[in-house]
């Protein structure tokens, strides 16, 4: 049985996509910061309930040594590793001149340093199997910008070349890597945003609605699935019609 891990999987899209690839036969390794992130939440028996493996893993992927980790126990539990989701992600918006340093330097750790931590250590194990599929939660922010989010769309932009670099160096191994870049997705991440700044973005989306979790994780499944083995390098907006 092949395995998929998704970092920052015990809610929002992460979780939806752990729940997808789990309907398509994975099996799942769920990642969060916390054992306080799976408390009051019945992913991993809605997982299980799919007839697969699932297991739990708590980990920092900011920390480079935390997904060394990681991905040494998610290898030896199942042994293989053949989806890697690099999902967990934050964000601490403010304008530029009121944005802390330490704001911008988390949110550089969380989304970005931990594309190379779990990238280099998954893609590894990958190597040596000869076969992988990387799929990167980019964002419609690091494709555009966006006000207030100087932090978040830097590292969501690093995320595109990250994953075009990880394509060039380890598509001859028969890894593919990719990148989706969802727009407004109703998760907890934009329910706190004001609700007049929400009215105001639906405008711009052709679609006139936000995206819900079950729309990126399909994408998701169909880059992790043998239809999309000649895809690589590319990153899928999925936002509705947001930008054209
Ligand atoms: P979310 O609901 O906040 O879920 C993110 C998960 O990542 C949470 O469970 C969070 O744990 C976990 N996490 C945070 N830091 C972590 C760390 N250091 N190590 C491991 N796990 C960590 O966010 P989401 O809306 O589902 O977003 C998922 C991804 O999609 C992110 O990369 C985000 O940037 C991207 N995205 C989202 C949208 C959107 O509209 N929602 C749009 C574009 C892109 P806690 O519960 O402890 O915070």
Known sequence: MATAIITGSARGIGAAIALRLASDGYDI????????????????????????????YIADVSKHDACEALVKSVKAD???????????????????????EENYDLVVAVNQKSVFNMTKFAGSVMMKQRSGKIINLASVAGLYGNPGQMNYSATKAA???????????LGSRGITCNAVA????????????????????????AMRRCGEVEEIAGVVSFLASKDASY?????????GGLSM
């Open 182 to 205: 969802p727009g407004f997705i109703n998760t907890a991440m934009t329910d706190a945003l004001p609700a007049e700044l929400k009215e105001a973005m639906i405008k711009q989306i």
């Open 29 to 56: 390794a769920l990642n969060d910061i916390a054992e306080s992130c799976f408390e009051n939440n019945d992913i991993e028996e809605k997982i299980k309930a799919q007839g697969v493996q699932c297991r739990r």
């Open 78 to 100: 199942f042994g293989s590793i053949d989806v890697l989701v690099n999902n967990a992600g934050i964000t601490r918006d403010g304008l530029l001149a009121r944005m802390s």
């Open 159 to 169: 995320i595109i070349g990250m994953t075009k670099t990880t394509a060039k160096e």
């Open 231 to 239: 895809v690589t390098g590319q990153v899928i907006e999925i936002s």
